[in-house]
């Protein structure tokens, strides 16, 4: 079946570096995504990984390993805006159903 | 551009009573979804559809039908409305294997008493 795990929180100082991980059980596993979430808001989407890698966007870059089944969304240069909630993503094939981890609440201190 | 567009933005509902969400998109994508969010348990997918005529269960589907008449509309039905159901609901859309981008409404906020 397909699972995403990542961390329930983290907590990270304002101008830091912070690495959000994310593991995932499936097979065949296509991409994996990243989205950012306000409270009160809708997801918005950060990043997309399809192949193995980083990809940079900014102060925001993501990171797929499909060998070790595993991700991370890297952000620099924290602000306070940053902090959200963060849900990495993914799904078995082009066509199937996109499945998200529990969420990661980054918190962010001054 | 509207995006996705989802209503209403919030509803209080009856136990037993049945009750439509609308979700309509105007970008012509050929996927959308419907997730539930609630508190520690992240989003989860209650029903998606790949193209307009086709519709698959999501991780929790019972309680919940949708239906994909065309390209722009996926509404949501709960036939019969139980307390947790209670959730914030969200439509998202995509474009598959362009970029993994999912654009979501800004939800829907439904309370079953």
């Known amino acids: 079946g397909q699972s995403l795990e990542q961390p329930s929180e983290v907590t990270a100082v304002e101008g830091a570096i912070v690495q959000i991980n994310c ?5 065949g596993f296509y991409g994996l995504s990243w989205y950012q ?3 009160g808001g809708a997801p918005t989407f950060l990043s997309y990984n399809a192949l193995d ?3 940079e966007t900014g102060r925001f870059s993501s990171f797929l390993s499909r060998s070790d089944s595993y991700g991370y969304l890297l952000l620099q240069e924290l602000q306070m805006k940053d902090s959200a909630s963060y849900f990495c993503a993914g799904a078995m094939n082009r066509d199937d159903k ?13 | 551009t509207a995006g996705i567009t989802q209503a209403p933005t919030s509803q209080i509902l009856a136990a037993g009573r049945s009750m439509t969400l609308r979700c309509t998109q105007d970008m012509r994508h050929n996927a959308m ?18 193209t ?10 019972d309680g919940y039908s949708v239906s994909r008449a065309n390209t722009d509309d996926f509404p949501l039905t709960l036939a019969s409305a139980v307390p ?3 959730s914030v609901y969200f439509c998202a859309s995509s474009d598959p294997g362009l970029s993994g981008e999912l654009f979501f409404g800004e939800g829907s906020r439904l309370t079953v008493l």
């Not at chain 1, 996109?98 to 001054?110: A, E, Q, S």
């Not at chain 2, 307009?52 to 589907?61: D, I, S």
């Open chain 2, 84 to 86: 947790s159901q209670t």
């Open chain 2, 52 to 61: 307009a005529g086709t519709t698959g269960k999501g991780e929790v589907p």
């Open chain 2, 33 to 50: 979804y419907w997730y539930r969010q609630d508190l520690g348990l992240g989003l989860r997918l209650i029903h998606y559809s790949n």
């Open chain 1, 23 to 27: 593991t995932y059980q499936t097979s």
């Open chain 1, 37 to 39: 979430q306000h409270d």
């Open chain 1, 53 to 55: 890698g980083l990809e």
């Open chain 1, 98 to 110: 996109i499945i998200f981890g529990k969420g990661t609440r980054l918190h962010i201190l001054p």
